[in-house]
């Protein structure tokens, strides 16, 4: 996410808040081709890491990407989608385990 200039990461241990997944990594990026970009290579990772199971929902276009990987769910957002739905807020309870702005 780094390598993409993506903005206020953060990772999530969601396992006592939430029942479907463990962590999230949430992020932001500041055009829609940027948001694209983060997410192709999440699943290029995932795909070298030998995962099989992982899914994409969402589009560069509207704002928020989302890939779920079972245990792990990352979000891939633009800034004002992740401030319209208050994704943080949303997951407050949830312990923060890394913060990179």
């Known amino acids: 996410m780094s390598e993409k200039q993506a903005s206020d990461v953060v990772l999530l241990d969601t396992s006592q808040v939430c029942s479907f997944a463990d962590y999230f990594v949430v992020c932001s990026a500041e055009s829609a081709r940027q ?7 999440i699943d290029k990772l995932l795909k070298e890491l030998g995962s099989s199971s992982h899914r994409r929902e969402g589009t560069a276009d509207s704002g928020w990407v989302l890939i779920d990987d079972g245990d792990i769910v990352t979000h891939v957002f633009s800034p004002e989608t992740r401030e ?6 949303l997951w407050s309870k ?3 385990l890394m913060r990179v702005q």
């Open 94 to 96: 949830a312990a923060v």
């Open 84 to 89: 319209f739905y208050q994704f943080d807020s």
């Open 35 to 41: 948001v694209n970009a983060i997410a192709e290579d």
